[in-house]
């Protein structure tokens, strides 16, 4: 099984950036499909952006269009979300996901992140 591992997360201002990453192990990353979702606290977890296995399709929810920028370099492994004009209500704890198939649904991952908390102060 893919293991995720994410980095990047903190505390930030409004109207400030984060980058984040996530790493996996295994060499059949660029066979996955990848996302990023978001819990906050007394929330469900609810889906952010995800890229396809080549990189050439991405999705965002509505609240983050504009602002997040999901990509991923698959020769490193690797998928960031670069998350700039931060808002409070951004503030979750953002998990990486893997998935066999084409669509990145809660219902569909192989495998999860342990999550890195994203804090926006207002």
């Known amino acids: 099984q893919v293991q995720l591992v994410e980095s990047g997360g903190g505390l930030v201002q409004a109207g400030g950036s984060l980058r984040l990453s996530c790493a996996a192990s295994?060499?059949?990353?660029?066979?996955?499909?990848m996302g990023w979702f978001r819990q906050a606290p007394g929330k469900e977890r609810e889906f952010v952006a995800s890229?396809?296995?080549?990189?050439?399709?991405?999705r965002y929810a509505d609240s983050v269009k504009g602002r997040f920028t999901i990509s991923r370099d698959n020769a490193k492994n690797t998928v960031y979300l670069q998350m700039n004009s931060l808002k409070p209500e951004d503030t979750a704890i953002y998990y990486c996901?893997?998935?066999?198939?084409?669509?990145?649904?809660?219902?569909?991952?192989?495998?999860w992140g342990q999550g890195t908390q994203v804090t926006v102060s207002s």
């Open positions: 996901a893997l998935t066999r198939y084409e669509s990145v649904i809660p219902t569909r991952i192989d495998s």
């Open positions: 295994g060499r059949t990353f660029s066979s996955y499909a």
């Open positions: 890229i396809s296995w080549s990189g050439s399709n991405m």
